[in-house]
């Protein structure tokens, strides 16, 4: 038979007491929250200190690489869903890869409308991004690459209610050229990240019937 001497009721902690305790335990958690959860998991740094001890950096890593995984599977759905389509005619050899959607009725074989030349110096890991504003079935000749190396990119566009809508993507590359055709109104372009040692510069061309050009990132 098992015998177990009761604790002295002097022995046990008060109400008072085990109060103090759980206000202390939660005080600490959220001090460990704000200086080093919340910098390291997701960049936010609201004290400063994680900037100082280095977490916010890796959050903002983290963050930065769970949108490009978002990105990419968004994309790699987007490409699923192309290639179960009917394949359209295959292009001449040496010619350039169109990055399109769709052609409109009535639109001219060549597009017409701006020129512009746009060129970004990207370090080692560094991202940017250049949109341009089109309507439906605008079409866009578009040249760009690569100086100093290759990068990871992705043709893609947005609009208010379309977060995202792919186009194309690849890795290592060091240019691409064709003739991007917009799906519907909003901005249509491309999202570069240089994967080299080195920093890198891209010539972006683009000629057709688009607005403004601006880099988002």
């Known amino acids: 038979m ?12 008060t ?18 929250l704000v200086a080093v959860i919340l910098p390291s998991e997701y960049g936010v740094d609201p004290t400063g200190a994680g900037r100082v001890l280095g977490l916010t950096q890796m959050g903002e890593i983290k963050v930065q690489l769970a949108e490009e995984a978002a990105q990419d599977a968004a994309a790699d759905a987007a490409a699923a869903e192309r ?24 639109r001219p074989s060549a597009p017409a409308g701006r020129n512009d030349t746009t060129r970004l110096t990207l370090a080692p890991g560094q991202g940017a991004e ?6 439906r079935g605008a079409r866009i000749a578009f040249n760009w690459s ?14 208010p209610g379309i977060s995202y809508h792919g186009y194309g993507k690849g ?21 570069w990240r240089n994967r080299s040692g080195a920093p890198v ?8 019937e688009y607005g403004e050009v601006k880099r988002v990132v």
């Open 2 to 13: 098992f015998n177990a001497q009761r604790p002295n009721l002097d022995d046990l902690p």
């Open 171 to 191: 890795r290592e590359s060091t240019g691409e050229q064709g003739e991007l055709i917009a799906a519907f109104d909003g901005s249509h372009g491309w999202f």
């Open 15 to 32: 109400n008072r007491q085990l109060i103090r305790a759980t206000l202390i335990a939660a005080a600490s958690a959220g001090a460990l």
């Open 130 to 135: 250049i949109k341009l504003t089109a309507d």
């Open 83 to 106: 290639t179960s389509r009917p394949a359209p005619a295959q292009a001449s050899a040496g010619s350039a890869q169109p990055t399109v959607v769709q052609a409109q009725p009535g």
């Open 146 to 159: 690569v100086e100093g190396g290759h990068v990871n990119y992705d043709t893609h566009a947005d609009a």
């Open 201 to 208: 510069t891209i010539t972006l061309r683009t000629q057709g």
